[in-house]
Structures are given as structure tokens and as C-alpha cells.
């Protein structure tokens, strides 16, 4: 049975979503359909994947009614700013074919320009006050961002999704986020698929700790990751476009890891990210403008 969790303000959201970073706008309607009719019941995307509309024409084709489907979305640093992000917001559900977004969350921190990361978080609450999104929250803030926006923010933040996965479990960030009862959204919960830093190419799948596991519970890597995250009490975006895998990260929810097992798996992280560091985002580097609606 599907496992939920409910975000700080009630809010109820379905822990495991299908993920479409870097799925091409030309597959991304399939997959969505081909996930929902799978089962799913969450989809996380972001207005800079830029495949917003086929996220929408999914779930359109789809048949499953919106009020069945958590969907969640990002607002790009290029539009923050109260009102850039309260039109970043406009844009996304114009293009999503939606009046209303169940978690609509900051992409990326912009430390060099915190000001705008906070009139941005301004808009969102704007937002979740007006009842056009159902939940606010970040995504990549490291403790201090998150200290920074709680200095000022009215809403503390309902989620922050990061980097994590068994190679990069981030405990510092775990942590912050569960002291301030911020739920913890995993992306690249498997590792993206090959990991790829300084110097070695290595797979989380391939890993022995993970397929040994795997083996025991006549399970895949992938599976055993994906209820790592689970039985942690985080949520998982695990992205595929192949019917077959969308269908094998769904089917997780009738098996456990015990605890040594969770603890090897813990025990394999080294520390080392693969995608971009939080603190050097500036718009310089990583500005790109959103299209409209």
C-alpha cells in the first residue's frame, strides 16, 4: 500500500512521485500518462526543466481526475522577486493547464542575491495565503539558507528537496530540516543512476552493499534505495521515461529493510555531490530566462 506523508500544515502528499528532470517535453506527456495508469499519484516538476506542458497533457490524457494527482513545481532563480515569482506562478499553471498547484517551492537558493531568494519566498506565502497553492516550501538549501529565510519568513517551509541518495545522504541538511519539521524530498534518490565526480565513474546500482540487499530481498538496487528513503521518513522523486522501471519504483511498499540493512546503506556515503553547489548559484552562471505561459 502507498505510503503518504503529511507536510507541516496538513497537508497530505504521496511520498513517491515520478520525477521528470531531464526528461525530454517530447516524452515527458508518456511518461506521466504511463505513471499515473501505473499507479503514481505525484509528479514533481520545475518551470527550468521546461517541460511543464507535457506534464499536463500526461495527466490530461491520463483520464485520472486532478484532485487525485499531487503536483508540484519550481520557480527558477531568473524569476525571483515578489512579483517575478507571483508571475513565475502564473506561468507554471498556464502551462500545466491547472488553477491551483499542491506545492509550488523555491529551485535553488541565490546566496549572492538572498534578497530577491526572500521576496520570492514572500510571493509563495502570498500564495499559500490566497489559496492558489496548497503548500510552499525550497529546494537545495543548505542549514544556512535555511536559517537566513527563517529570519524573516511568516511560513516555515513545508519541504526542502535536495541531493540524496546513498552516496550523498547530506546528514547536516537531514538534520536542520528535521529540526525545523521541514520534510526532506530526495532528488537523484538513486544516485543518478551512474555517479559521475572527480576523476571515477561509479553506480549506486552496482554497488555490492546495495545488490547484495537487493539479493536477499529478491529485490533491485533501485527498489532497495528507494526504501532506504522511505522507511527514513523522506519522500523520492525517481525519474525514468521506461515503462518497466516507472512501474519497478512504485513497487516498493511491500518489503522492509531492517535496520543494519538501512545502516549499511547509510554507512556508503561519500560525501561528495554531483550536481551544482548551492552556494555558487548566481544568476550570472545559472540565469535562464523562463518562457511565458
Known sequence: MAITLTLNNGTEMPAL???VFQTPPDETADAVATALAAGYRH?????????????????????????EVFLETKVWISDYGYDATLHAF??????????????LILHQPLPSRFDLTLEAYRALETLLADGRVRAIGVSNFMPEHLEQLLGTASVVPALNQVEVH????QPDVLTANAEHGILTQAWSPIGGITFYREGYASSTLEDPTITGIAAEHG????????????QQGRSAIPKSTHPTRIAENLDVFDFALSEPELAAITALDRGVRGGPDPAAITLETFGREIPEA
Open 17 to 19: 512521485g515520478l520525477g
Open 43 to 67: 509528479v514533481d516538476t520545475a518551470a527550468a526543466y521546461l517541460n511543464e506542458r507535457g506534464v499536463g497533457e500526461g495527466l490530461r490524457r491520463s483520464g485520472v481526475d486532478r484532485s
Open 166 to 169: 546513498p552516496y550523498f545522504s
Open 219 to 230: 529485490r533491485s538496487p533501485a527498489q532497495v534505495m528507494l526504501r532506504w528513503h522511505l
Open 90 to 103: 502564473d506561468k507554471s499553471i498556464g502551462k500545466l493547464g491547472v488553477d491551483q498547484l499542491d506545492l
